[in-house]
């Protein structure tokens, strides 16, 4: 398990293809491979990955497999790449974000950024079928960072969006600050909120049956969808 508070940055210190894997070589900031092992959890830009070696103190190996490759970020990295990284948490950690489990649902895409003063504002573009289990003040972990989304816009069966506003500390700690419009962004979506958002269809779903589909055609008509009837309660941070 993870907590979404980004540790360090790290960088591609070098990168060897094998058939079916890819592994990678990090660069970590000093001091934090302090007790690191072989078989520890990573987390490196929200891909929980395992140290298969470690070199000179600094340095640890890890493989993908092409199917993690093919669902997250991961696969645009070069040598040189620089990605957010945090250790396994330990029993009694203090959780500072919200629990994360390192499994990407889908890649999401910067569609827009602002700056107003002392923030910074990514929306988010997200397929339609993701977009049921994000929702305003609730929580989102984009690129292992735990966030919370300030704005969510979605429409019956569409692509939607969603916005965080990132704090000047944020972009210090992460690399953010280097991501540009139409950059691939690694989301784990929070899982209460998945599981709420599931028990609540398929409660409606085995109520309704045959009627459901009318239902959500009639709420689409009005702009609306089954969960703006019953949204999860936001969470306070």
């Excluded at 660069?27 to 092992?37: K, R, S, V, W």
């Excluded at 891909?47 to 070199?55: E, I, K, N, R, Y």
């Excluded at 966030?147 to 569409?158: C, N």
């Excluded at 899982?191 to 309704?208: G, K, P, S, Y």
Aim: charged share 20%; glycine share 10%; aromatic share 6%.
């Amino acid at each position: 398990m993870f907590t979404g508070i980004v540790q360090g940055v790290a960088s591609v210190a070098a990168i060897t293809d094998r058939p079916g894997l890819r592994s990678f070589t990090l660069q970590f900031p000093p001091g934090f491979c302090a007790g690191l092992e072989i078989g520890a959890s990573v987390a490196c830009d929200g891909v929980c990955l395992t140290v298969t070696a470690l070199h000179d103190g600094e340095r640890a190996d890890f493989d993908v497999m092409q199917q993690s490759l093919a669902l997250t970020s991961l696969a645009g990295l070069q040598q040189g790449s620089r990605l957010n990284v945090e250790r396994a948490a330990r029993d009694g950690a203090e959780i500072g974000g919200h629990p994360l489990s390192g499994h990407v649902d889908f890649m999401g895409e910067i569609a827009e950024i602002r700056r107003p003063e002392n923030n910074h504002v990514l929306r988010v573009a997200v397929p339609a079928r993701w977009m049921r289990y994000i929702f305003a003040k609730g929580y989102i972990a984009i690129n292992g960072a735990s966030l919370t989304v300030a704005e969510a816009h979605r429409e019956p069966g569409q692509p939607g969006w969603f916005e965080v506003w990132l704090i000047p500390e944020t972009l210090r700690m992460t690399t953010f600050g280097e991501k540009g419009v139409g950059s691939g962004l690694n989301i784990e979506i929070e899982r209460q909120t998945q599981v709420f958002v599931d028990t609540v269809r398929d409660a409606i779903e085995e109520r309704l049956g045959p009627l459901l589909p009318v239902l959500e055609r009639l709420l689409a008509q009005q702009g609306q969808s089954l969960l703006d009837m019953a949204p999860p309660r936001a969470e306070k941070r």
